[in-house]
């Protein structure tokens, strides 16, 4: 059936590092959605990407969807402590959700 | 306010026993959602409901029941407890089916003794 994979499961940076998480799907999507989850919290949308190719950024984190619609990434510049978190990816109106990618950040 | 909340917080229970979680937004939302986080924090959609509804039904166990009286809530009643169903239930909204941007609750973290 149709899948959302996201790669890696956990990354550990060093403040100031960059960071990045990529999603792929089995099948192309109608569009896709990035959501953060702080530890203990709950998940937070961040952006959606509709358009193949489209290019979002919002202070340090850029979102990009492919142009197929079958992949995304969300790159984040300089991490800071603040950025610690789950990070999601979801496609097809958020029925299908990546199973995250864990990113810590040492000080 | 709180924009999605969904009592209770914690809920322990025995195994077989029956169990409640409500939620309620005050977005003026048409679409609420039941989504079930394991210990993975594999997030897995179980249910959605349009303008009360039901328009997605994933493989979830007949156990399972939602119900929504009205489109500003969405409760969760769980029949006959496992300890499988141990996880962290979230109840979500969005403005429409489209799901542009869903606003989730705070979570209900089930123990299943």
């Known amino acids: 059936g149709q899948q959302v994979m996201q790669i890696p499961q956990y990354q550990h940076v060093q403040e100031g590092e960059d960071f990045t998480t990529y999603c792929n799907s089995s099948t192309t999507l109608s569009n896709i959605q990035w959501y953060k989850q702080r530890p203990g919290g709950h998940p937070v949308f961040l952006i959606q990407?509709?358009?193949?190719?489209e290019v979002k950024k919002q202070k340090r984190l850029t979102f990009q969807f492919g142009e197929a619609k079958k992949n995304s990434s969300l790159h984040i510049t300089a991490t800071q402590t603040t950025d610690v978190g789950t990070y999601f990816c979801a496609g097809e109106e958020a029925i299908l959700f990546g199973k995250g990618t864990k990113l810590s950040v040492k000080p | 306010d709180t924009a999605v909340s969904q009592t209770p917080k914690y809920l322990v229970t025995q195994m077989g026993n029956d169990k409640s979680i409500k939620c309620e937004q005050n977005?003026?939302?048409?679409?609420m959602y039941w989504y079930k986080q394991d210990s993975k924090k594999f997030l897995k959609i179980m249910f959605s409901y349009n303008n009360k509804e039901l328009i997605i039904n994933e493989t979830v166990p007949n156990r399972f029941s939602p119900k929504s009286p009205d489109k500003a809530h969405l409760n969760l009643h769980i029949n006959s407890l496992e300890l499988g169903d141990s996880a962290v239930y979230f109840c979500a909204s969005s403005h429409s089916a489209e799901a542009e941007k869903l606003f989730f609750g705070s979570g209900t973290q089930l123990s299943v003794l």
């Open positions: 990407l509709v358009k193949s190719g």
């Open positions: 977005l003026g939302h048409d679409t």
